[in-house]
């Protein structure tokens, strides 16, 4: 593949890396805990290689023709989020609560932070509309491959991003306990505030 397809597709995807979103949500979330940000994030990331994955093999298509199958997902992520929200809405994290939801062991903050963006429907509609524009036919690089290599670029740039965001999260938010809470709440709101427009995606079709 020509450097300039991944140079361009960079441009695109580091757009909507640094967009503000629920993966961002639940990354200051996991910042203000102080120990589990590269958990958080390597869940985050997990979550996007695999829609990665399935959409370079091929899987993506057969998917998006099974309405059903994306209404399920719909429904499922956006249920989990509802659920997250809710839980960093009511019980806010600050950087000096030693609150045992918030003392979670590392594992449990990977496997939320797969399920965040692994359960996202938009994140698998947007790597499927997303990664074939920036493949070339001509290439002597199989298909499937270059999707993942386009796809490892994305994954590489969102773990830089999303760990700069966490350290700088918990270095302000660790001396400024109020706005820790604040911005946990802002998190749980943006995360509910997404799940009941999933909901209403779905019942409005």
């Not at 594992?107 to 965040?116: E, P, Q």
């Amino acid at each position: 593949m020509d450097m300039s397809i991944f140079v361009a597709f960079w441009c695109v995807s580091i757009l909507f890396i640094i967009t503000p979103g629920m993966d961002w949500a639940y990354i200051i979330s996991a910042s203000q805990n102080g120990r589990h940000v590269i958990s958080a994030v390597t869940g985050l990331l997990l979550g996007h290689f695999t829609a990665i994955a399935i959409v370079a093999s091929g899987i993506g298509s057969i998917v998006t023709a099974h309405p059903t199958f994306m209404t399920i997902l719909t429904y499922t992520g956006a249920s989990y989020l509802l659920w997250i929200g809710l839980q960093m809405l009511t019980s806010p994290a600050t950087a000096t609560k030693h609150h045992e939801q918030y003392h979670q062991s590392g594992r449990v903050w990977f496997f939320k932070g797969t399920c965040i963006s692994g359960l996202n429907p938009k994140v698998f509609l947007l790597f499927l509309a997303l990664l074939p524009q920036f493949t070339d036919p001509q290439s002597l690089w199989p298909l499937p491959i270059q999707l993942l290599a386009l796809g490892c670029l994305h994954v590489l740039s969102c773990g830089a991003v999303y760990l700069s965001i966490g350290y700088f999260s918990k270095a302000v938010l660790r001396t400024r306990p109020a706005v820790s809470k604040m911005i946990s709440r802002a998190s749980g709101f943006a995360m509910m505030a997404i799940a009941i427009g999933l909901f209403a995606e779905q019942i409005s079709r």
